[in-house]
């Protein structure tokens, strides 16, 4: 047939057959019947990602499957970041840790030494506490005797 003699629908389907040349028939065009995308399609007009998305739709099971995957890519996933995490926590910060226990020992140190301080300037009131202990633990005693 002669390329000038065609009609436009004919030439269109000549030129997306091959345009003439012997063995090469590809009827449909590269496009995805569902998405558009021109990525490869398979016989059944689909590109890999709608016939996933498909199978996924229509099968419970295999939806279940793509679950367990994407579940077991974040577990790893979110073990490495542990991972990283616990090696930079065991580099960075135990330099931090020691200067903390430090001004926490010294403060402790310090607030022992004013607390004594307190108790030797302020008798009467160490004594007021001591009586009060003294009456509440008594109290506590009679209400357990009881």
Not at 9 to 21: H, K, T
């Amino acid at each position: 047939m002669n390329v000038d003699d065609m009609t436009d629908e004919e030439f269109i389907d000549y030129c997306r057959n091959g345009g003439g040349l012997p063995g090469l028939i590809t009827e449909r065009h590269p496009k995805c019947d569902w998405c558009g995308g021109m990525c490869r399609v398979g016989r059944d007009g689909m590109c890999r990602n709608c016939r996933i998305r498909e199978r996924r739709r229509t099968d419970p099971e295999y939806a279940q499957h793509l679950r367990d995957l994407a579940n077991r890519r974040n577990a790893r996933n979110r073990e490495k970041r542990n991972e990283y995490a616990r090696r930079y926590r065991l580099e960075h910060l135990a330099q931090a840790r020691a200067s903390a226990r430090k001004y926490a020992a010294a403060h402790q140190r310090e607030m022992a030494e004013y607390h004594r301080r307190w108790r030797l300037e302020h008798p009467e009131k160490y004594a007021q506490y001591e009586a009060n202990r003294k009456r509440k633990r008594q109290l506590a005693k009679e209400t357990v005797n009881e």
